[in-house]
């Protein structure tokens, strides 16, 4: 028969790759627990409206990434390409504007986006992210910044970069689209056919563009920076004191898109020179539209997320400590004895395994010592011999002392 894989782009995490995922989410979840984030997790399929509205209709994702399925009532639902836009809708359905602002959580789940495969881009991949919901205090931004950026470190991820911009409100981006439409349509003749035709669509991804003849003309474009409202300016300002008061790095971007529509005034992304072209390790910014968007009262948010898969490849595997084995239990064919050893000693708070494949003696102390077993008992009629493989010393005891004994040790 033939053989059946995990489809493209999916993967499996096996028992030696979980230790360093559960290594990193200790770490998140030291820095952002007592930082005021609670974590959140919300289901792994919402209705495919929350992203056709939410990440916006012109956008990549809702284009050509969504996994959508009839429900099987006529209703449409869409595997979650992101977390935020679900998060705002906890946040509504919850009442949550009625909770002290603002309302600061985190997640650690797996996204869904049919992108092409490719070294750090997967069509299931795990996202941790932060949301702050409430506030419009550029304080929250800063913040949000930093606690990737300290995470980062406390990764050791190599090479990293903040980039950072503004966006502006959306009545400024409007403004600048058109100035930028015209821009663009009075130099048509010289940008790249897939660009041209976006740019009633999307103008802003014309910056994206790696042909040259697109690259020059935008050299000349008009940069959004430069139009923003005295009140965004002034909180784009804030937010970079802050950031330089916290002793974090950045560079601006005036160029920075997101490839989602939600984002206002700030956004960021970092980068690590460690990953190859999927070099985003994590990004985000303020949305102080969405809440509203999803039918929600008007509410500032701001937040990020970073790629589990990628952070763990830009800051190499963790090294874990297994769990340490206090006792390994040998025998042959005294299986309820064993058994009920085991259990006793499991009871007692022990770690404590038994020979489970019907191995000789002689292989089944190679596999306590390979288990970094503290101490085996190989069961032999009603006597244990109880050896301590640290210092090969050996006692014989009755079966129903051995836990005592041990708990002792
Ligand atoms: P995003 O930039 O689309 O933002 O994704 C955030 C991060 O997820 C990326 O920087 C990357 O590390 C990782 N990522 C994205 N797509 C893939 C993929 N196909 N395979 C592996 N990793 C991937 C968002 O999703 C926003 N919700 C972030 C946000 C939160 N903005 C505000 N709050």
């Known amino acids: 028969m033939s053989r059946i894989e995990a489809p ?5 995490i096996l028992p030696e790759q979980a230790a360093a995922r559960a290594a990193l989410e200790r770490t998140a979840r030291e820095l952002l627990e007592p930082a005021g984030y609670g974590r959140i997790e919300t289901p792994a ?7 056709t509205r939410g990440v916006g209709e012109a956008t990549d994702i809702v284009q050509k ?11 449409s639902l869409t595997l979650r390409p992101e977390g935020t836009a679900p998060v705002c809708r906890a946040y509504v359905e919850h009442g949550m504007h009625k909770l002290p602002q603002p309302v600061r959580v985190y997640y650690l789940s797996s996204f869904f986006r049919a992108e092409r495969p490719q070294k750090g881009r997967y069509r299931q991949f795990w996202q941790l992210g932060i949301e702050a919901l409430g506030s419009d205090d550029p304080a929250v931004d800063a913040e949000a910044i930093v606690l990737l950026a300290t995470l980062l470190d406390r990764l050791g991820t190599q090479g990293v970069r903040l980039r950072l911009s503004s966006l502006a409100s959306p009545a400024t981006r409007a403004a600048y689209h058109d100035e930028l439409g015209a821009f663009l349509r009075a130099h048509a003749d010289r940008l790249a056919p897939a660009v041209r035709e976006r ?17 020059a003309v935008m050299a000349e474009a008009p940069r959004l920076l430069d139009r923003l409202e005295p009140d965004d300016a002034e909180h784009f300002a804030a937010v970079r004191a802050l950031l330089e008061c916290a002793g974090v790095a950045y560079e601006i971007d005036p160029t920075l898109v997101r490839g989602i529509d939600y984002y206002t005034r700030t956004v960021f992304e970092f980068t690590s020179d460690a990953l190859g072209a999927q070099s985003g390790v994590g990004g985000g910014g303020r949305y102080d539209g969405l809440v509203e968007m999803l039918g929600g009262p008007s509410t500032p948010g701001v937040g990020w997320a970073a790629g589990v898969e990628r952070m763990l490849l830009a800051a190499g595997e963790p090294a874990v400590d297994p769990i340490p084995l206090d006792l390994f239990v040998a025998h042959e064919d005294a299986r309820l004895e064993a058994f009920a050893l085991v259990t006793e000693a499991r009871a007692a708070g022990l770690a404590a395994q038994m020979e489970l494949a019907g191995r000789s003696l002689k292989t089944q102390l190679k596999t306590a ?14 006597a244990v011999r109880l050896r301590d493989l ?10 129903e002392a051995v836990v005592d004994l041990l708990v002792a040790a």
């Open 369 to 382: 010592e390979r288990l970094g077993a503290r101490h085996v008992a190989i069961l032999d009629g009603d």
């Open 390 to 399: 640290r210092t090969g010393a050996e006692q014989t005891a009755a079966r």
């Open 45 to 51: 399929f919402e209705a495919t409206d929350l992203f």
């Open 65 to 75: 990434e969504m996994y959508s399925f009839d429900d099987g009532g006529g209703r």
């Open 8 to 12: 493209r782009g999916t993967f499996d």
């Open 199 to 215: 740019i009633e669509l999307n103008p802003l991804r014309a910056f994206d563009s790696d042909d040259p003849g697109t690259r």
